[in-house]
């Protein structure tokens, strides 16, 4: 079984400003973890996802996240907010093959202030 | 370029009423699912399949059936639509290798409306 808890249904920053938004998992297998961006009445696009290969992960549009397997984590993090930014987030986990069904957390939307 | 595509975008229909959203694909994808997104929610899967002839229950099935005949589309059908099914639907797709971190595509969401 799996399961994801984002832990900030909304988050706030003015542009400019880091932006973190947090994400803990569950998962019984070695986990592949997803990234999502859902701008307004738009599909989900992946920002980035963890392969393995590295603990810290690069995605598009500045984006990175960490994964930490002791704190069963992969938060989220952006050196600076753009106003583009604003958005629904979603982190995702997959069990440990590729057969494994996509599991969402609850998304966390972005408000970007100028 | 390879896409996945759903339609109708958007649909009103009335309570009782049969309904069958597609979903199509070009990726020559064999996982492909559909979610619904849910106010508080997150997306939930509502049926999967790996292959054609395949198809698996997903955590809110009830009301819903799928069938796949062929590797690019996967209709999803609301056998007798309710209020409660109000909601935007989501495709996806995905590759199936084994050990591969595989990312699923989305379609670009079906809202419907139960009135």
């Known amino acids: 079984a799996q399961s994801v808890t984002q832990l900030d249904s909304h988050v706030s920053v003015s542009e400019g400003t880091p932006v973190l938004l947090r994400c803990n998992y569950s998962s019984s297998y070695s986990p592949s973890l997803f990234w999502y961006v859902q701008h307004p009445n738009k599909g989900l696009q992946l920002l980035l996802k963890y392969t393995s290969a590295a603990t810290l992960v690069k995605g598009i549009n500045g984006f990175e996240a960490e994964f930490k397997k002791s704190e069963t984590s992969f938060h989220l993090t952006k050196p600076s907010a753009h106003m583009s930014d604003a958005a629904e987030y979603f982190c995702v986990v997959r069990g440990g093959t590729s057969y494994g069904k996509l599991t969402f957390g609850q998304g966390t939307i972005l408000t970007v202030h100028p | 370029d390879a896409e996945i595509t759903q339609s109708p975008r958007h649909k009103i229909t009335e309570t009782g009423r049969q309904v069958t959203l597609a979903c199509h694909q070009t990726w020559n994808h064999n996982n492909m699912f559909w979610y619904r997104q849910d106010l508080g929610h997150g997306l939930r899967l509502i049926h999967y399949?790996?292959?054609?002839?395949?198809?698996n229950k997903g955590e809110v099935s009830d009301g819903y059936s799928v069938s796949r005949s062929n590797t690019e589309d996967l209709p999803l059908t609301l056998e007798s639509a309710a209020s409660s099914q109000t909601s935007v639907y989501f495709c996806?797709?995905?590759?199936?290798?084994?050990?591969?971190?595989?990312?699923?595509?989305f379609g670009q969401g079906t809202r419907l409306t139960v009135v």
């Open positions: 996806a797709s995905s590759e199936k290798i084994a050990g591969a971190n595989t990312e699923a595509f």
């Open positions: 399949s790996y292959g054609v002839q395949d198809t």
